[in-house]
Nanobody, 115 residues
Framework: QVQLVQSGGGWAQAGGSLRLSCAASRSIFSFDAMGWYRQAPGEQRELVAT???????DYADSVKGRFTVSRDNAKNTQYLQMNSLKPEDTAVYYC?????????WGQGTQVIVSS
């Protein structure tokens, strides 16, 4: 059973920074890609950022230039560094990974950004 365990997040003022971590229970080399999604109240879950096993990244337009996704292969962990936070970044953030057989999700982490 693969587990993705998230940490980090919490509260920040607009313009501030937070970092999310996602530790996997197996080697992250085994995943085709990892990434982060978020879901605001009353909204659908949306893709925030992805990072492939080769290290290629992609971002939602709304976070480009502010968020950075990265991975530490030795620690089997991916990160989401969030800078210049805005109130509209408030959401529950979910770690995601996929392989040939299925998708995997973290437990979710609340991020609240106040103006």
């Amino acid at each position: 059973q693969v587990q993705l365990v998230q940490s980090g997040g919490g509260w920040a003022q607009a313009g501030g920074s937070l970092r999310l971590s996602c530790a996997a229970s197996r080697s992250i080399f085994s995943f085709d890609a990892m990434g982060w999604y978020r879901q605001a109240p009353g909204e659908q879950r949306e893709l925030v950022a992805t990072i492939t096993s080769g290290g290629m990244t992609d971002y939602a337009d709304s976070v480009k230039g502010r968020f950075t996704v990265s991975r530490d292969n030795a620690k089997n962990t991916q990160y989401l560094q969030m800078n210049s936070l805005k109130p509209e970044d408030t959401a529950v953030y979910y770690c995601h990974a996929d392989d040939t057989w299925r998708d995997y999700w973290g437990q979710g982490t609340q991020v609240i950004v106040s103006s």
